[in-house]
Structure formats: structure tokens, C-alpha cells
């Protein structure tokens, strides 16, 4: 009786030893990434700084082609979030402002319109089908994992959105970028979209691509 006892008792407190161990590993971006996150801050170090980010509260530049300023607190600006599968961003869109058509391949996305009306939209990928509605100040919108998505800015103010991330990492891909924003070969571009010559060299000369 005492025995089992006395095992369960050192099971139940080496779990929970083991579990305050992993509560968190604060980023050491000094260490490698690697697929499974930063390595880990030494915790002797961890002051609660580590787990605070100003940064959001300062509004983004929007001065720019596309009237759109963004700051992330992913693990590389935030090294609090690494391993939680967390992280969040601001975004300012300028009246008339675009958050151009783009995907995160690791993370589903949660937005919340904190000021002004925006429409916000994405496309299935299993069925190529469009959802998309016009946002007001407050209103909360999902983008799937990996899914292409859109916001863009239709009221006369400006507009700021608080988006999280089901990732201390989701990445970012842009398709006006990846298209027209590198040395992808013109006539690899004009294949591949289906656009004339004169239109991709002008979204090249946009969006800074070369050949
Ligand atoms: C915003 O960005 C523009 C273009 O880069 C720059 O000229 C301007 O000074 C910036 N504004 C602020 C407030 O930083």
C-alpha cells in the first residue's frame, strides 16, 4: 500500500517538474533556427521582459505603393512566443490601403479590426471558392492555414487590424512578389499568368522585379 503510494507520489511530482520545465523556451536568436523553433534562453536569464512587446502600440509607416505598414512580434522580434505556437502582428492600412493577396504556410490566421471598415477575404483552396465580407471596427475574421487571403481598406479613415497567428512563425508568401518582385524570367511570368508582355514589365517595374 505505502509502495504504490510513494510512486505515484514521485510520478505525479516528477511530471509536474518535467512540465515547469517546458512551460516556455524564450527564443536565443544568438542559436540556430531550426524546424522546431530557436533554442532556448538559458531560464536563469528569462526576466519578464522576455514575455512583453511594445512595439504594437506604435502605428506603422504607411507611406508606400501599397498605403500598408505592418509590424510582427513573431520569434524573431518576440523571442516570448518560440514554442508556444503563438504570435501576433499590427497592421495599418491608409485609406485606399491594400494587404496584398499573400498565404503563411505554418499558421492559421485570426484578425480583429480594432479601427475604420475593411474587406477582408480569402480563396479556398480545395474548392476555389471566394469568401469575402466588409468588416466594421470590431468585427473578428478567420484565414485557414495556408489558404491565399486579402484585406484591403474601403473606408475614408484608416484602418488598423490586430492579427494572431496559430504559429511563433507562420512565414509569408505574396503573390505580387513572388510573381513580379525577382528575376523570374519575363516569359516564365507571362506563361504562367496568362498576362501580356507590357503588363508583366509594368508589375515588374511596380513591384522591382528584374528580367
Ligand atoms: C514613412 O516612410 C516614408 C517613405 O519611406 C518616409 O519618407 C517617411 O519619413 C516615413 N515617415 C515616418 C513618420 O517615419
Do not use: W
Amino acid at each position: 500500500m505505502f509502495l504504490p503510494l510513494l510512486f505515484t507520489i514521485s510520478l505525479l511530482f516528477s511530471s509536474s517538474a518535467h512540465a515547469s520545465l517546458l512551460d516556455f523556451c524564450v527564443a536565443d536568436p544568438s542559436l540556430p533556427d531550426g524546424p522546431s523553433g530557436y533554442s532556448c534562453k538559458n531560464p536563469a536569464q528569462v526576466t519578464v521582459d522576455d514575455f512583453v512587446y511594445h512595439a504594437l502600440s506604435i502605428p506603422t509607416n504607411t507611406s508606400n505603393l501599397l498605403k500598408f505598414g505592418v509590424t510582427a512580434a513573431f520569434a524573431p522580434q518576440f523571442p516570448g512566443v518560440n514554442g508556444l505556437g503563438i504570435s501576433i502582428a499590427r497592421a495599418d492600412l491608409g485609406v485606399g490601403g491594400v494587404v496584398p493577396l499573400h498565404t503563411h504556410p505554418g499558421a492559421s490566421e485570426l484578425i480583429y479590426l480594432a479601427e475604420g471598415t475593411i474587406v477582408g477575404g480569402f480563396i479556398s483552396g480545395s474548392a476555389n471558392t471566394v469568401y469575402y465580407k466588409t468588416l466594421h471596427k470590431g468585427d473578428v475574421m478567420v484565414f485557414p492555414q495556408g489558404v491565399m487571403h486579402f484585406q484591403f481598406n474601403t473606408g475614408e479613415t484608416p484602418a488598423t487590424v490586430i492579427a494572431s497567428f496559430g504559429s511563433a512563425n507562420p512565414g509569408v508568401q505574396v503573390t505580387a512578389f513572388a510573381l513580379f518582385g525577382n528575376n523570374l524570367p519575363s516569359s516564365f511570368v507571362e506563361k504562367i499568368t496568362f498576362l501580356d508582355e507590357a503588363e508583366v514589365r509594368k508589375l515588374k517595374g511596380v513591384f522591382g522585379g528584374t528580367g
